[in-house]
């Protein structure tokens, strides 16, 4: 029989600074009867942190804002991954400021980055299968891990709204099928730049704390979050399943983490074999019969990719990931969403070729003096300017110059051409033999390490149709002969006539999205 001694033993081997409320019922005196020690349920959050000294005290602020279910308690575990800056110290300042139950866990070789910092701390509370020794769980261990009945897991640069977790939570227990309920994302607009004097002795730091940003970079966010909202609503539209827990800030059901962790063997339930885990790790769970979900009024904010080029890196990583789960028949899992994703590509493809083949087929026609105006092509353009408008002005926090800058059309179509350029490298990528590392080249993207060569594109895109303009006005009257004209009029016809069917296409979409959006539904 264990002692009161022993089981003071096992209750210091738990985390430090958790309160566990442990109340023995019947006999005090019989600290080996398990089934009368009672623990308060809890929810347990992972929070994996690389260098994130100056996001971790407000992704910690949120959590303190939280208010959390009637008998519920909140531990917070805070996953320092090969940190070369001051965010251990951070967290655990913060922790004790917003008196949370806080617990550092630091990862030791860890070349996994987010899924090796992930699985460490489900191993912190369900144990390593990969450890060559055999270490049972103390009795208090086990009853810690069976109070667990939800672990939150959260980027260290989100935040959640007030209540966001309460409606995660009440999200998850509706159902006893509900592995996962993800909150609705909303991108940080910064503040305005400008409101900082120069004269400020902490204007170099304000600056870099990402809080702040200019007419660029304000516009560019806004382009971000109508992306995201709009995706938000066609989620919701569909009845709240979605094909992607996104990690920012997902409520999952233990079971369903352990299900697959004992389904696959794995040694936790995030893996490393793809550019979306968490992706990954929600076909699995639908695979195993578990529903994922999007909370209809959970919120949480987000950072946005300030820039061009980390945008391009972090979309880059994200569709290469995707690809390769619709195409990599290694991967043996499956989604009911993958039609849909495949639609999603096949839309992209459509929207590329509509947008080539009208350049060329207009730069032709003109080149040739052989362009007739036709009214029809009005339609697309009144119908993505209303689509656009409606999406501005559903987006959360929209200003009235974003709904004006998208019924223009003007801020849809430069994020879309930039959607493009993406979607044009994923797929050409697909056909090197070399694979890329997306996580590597959006941390050196967002760190600094590298650049963008959009301005090179730029130049050489402008000095090639200064090339092709001299040369169609040098050789015009060869170009506008009729010997010519015959020859090049069949297959402008062709193309014309292409085109058209392509566009009627993209048109319907564009009705049916409309349709989609005259429901109730936020994003």
């Not at 022993?6 to 080996?32: C, F, G, H, M």
């Not at 009368?36 to 949120?62: Q, T, W």
């Not at 994922?292 to 890196?313: G, N």
């Not at 800058?405 to 056909?431: C, D, H, M, N, R």
Request: aromatic letters at 10%; hydrophobic letters at 40%; a positive charge.
């Amino acid at each position: 029989m264990k002692t009161l001694t022993d089981v003071s033993e096992e209750k210091q081997s738990l985390p430090n600074r958790l309160d566990y409320n442990q109340l023995l019922t019947d006999n005090i005196s019989n600290a080996s009867n398990i089934g009368k020690i009672y623990m308060k349920p809890r929810i347990a959050v992972f929070i994996p942190a690389h260098n994130e000294e100056k996001s971790i005290r407000d992704c910690l602020g949120g959590l303190q804002d939280q208010n959390l279910p009637k008998d519920i308690d909140l531990d917070v575990y805070v996953i320092v991954d090969n940190c070369s800056d001051r965010t251990e110290e951070k967290a655990r300042q913060a922790g004790k400021d917003f008196n949370l139950n806080l617990e550092v866990i630091t990862t030791e070789n860890n070349s996994q980055r987010k899924v090796g910092a992930l699985n460490a701390g489900w191993k912190r509370i369900y144990g390593d299968n990969m450890d060559i020794y055999f270490k049972r769980l103390t009795s208090y261990q086990e009853i810690y891990k069976q109070s667990v009945k939800a672990i939150l897991g959260m980027d260290a640069d989100s935040r959640l709204a007030p209540d966001a977790l309460t409606h995660m939570w009440e999200g998850l227990m509706s159902a006893r099928n509900i592995g996962g309920v993800m909150a609705k994302y909303t991108m940080r607009m910064p503040k305005k730049k400008n409101l900082i004097s120069k004269d400020n002795v902490h204007y170099e730091e304000m600056i870099e704390s990402g809080q702040y940003g200019g007419p660029i970079t304000r516009w560019w966010t806004h382009q971000q979050k109508q992306d995201m909202a709009s995706w938000l609503l066609d989620l919701q539209y569909h009845g709240g399943s979605t094909y992607v827990l996104g990690g920012q800030a997902t409520l999952f059901r233990p079971e369903a983490l352990q299900n697959i962790v004992d389904e696959n063997k794995l040694d936790g339930p995030w893996q490393n074999g793809s550019d979306v885990e968490d992706m990954l790790l929600t076909w699995q769970l639908q695979k195993s019969k578990w529903k994922t979900l999007i909370s209809p009024t959970a919120r949480c904010f987000v950072d946005a990719m300030r820039s061009y080029h980390t945008f391009r890196q972090q979309r880059n990583k994200w569709n290469s990931g995707t690809v390769d789960l619709l195409t990599n028949n290694d991967i043996e899992v499956k989604s009911k969403h993958k039609g849909k994703l495949w639609r999603s590509q096949m839309k992209i493809m459509i929207d590329f070729s509509v947008r080539l083949l009208f350049v060329l087929l207009m730069a032709v026609a003109f080149a040739t003096d052989q362009f007739h105006w036709s009214w029809i092509w009005i339609t697309p353009i009144v119908l993505a300017s209303v689509l656009n408008m409606i999406l501005a002005a559903k987006t959360p926090m929209h200003r009235p110059l974003d709904v004006l800058l998208a019924g223009l059309l003007i801020s849809p179509e430069i994020y879309l051409w930039v959607k493009l350029i993406t979607f044009t490298q994923v797929w050409l990528g697909k056909l090197s033999a070399h694979k890329k590392d997306g996580w590597a080249n959006q941390y050196k993207a967002e760190s600094g390490k590298t650049s963008s060569k959009l301005i090179q594109g730029l130049l050489i895109s402008i000095i090639f149709v200064m090339i092709v303009t001299f040369l169609c006005f040098q050789f015009r009257d060869y170009l506008t002969s009729s010997a010519v004209q015959t020859a090049i009029h069949p297959y402008l016809m062709i193309g014309w006539i292409s085109l058209t069917y392509l566009t009627i296409f993209s048109s319907l979409a564009m009705l049916y999205q409309i349709w989609t959006l005259r429901g109730r539904h936020s994003a």
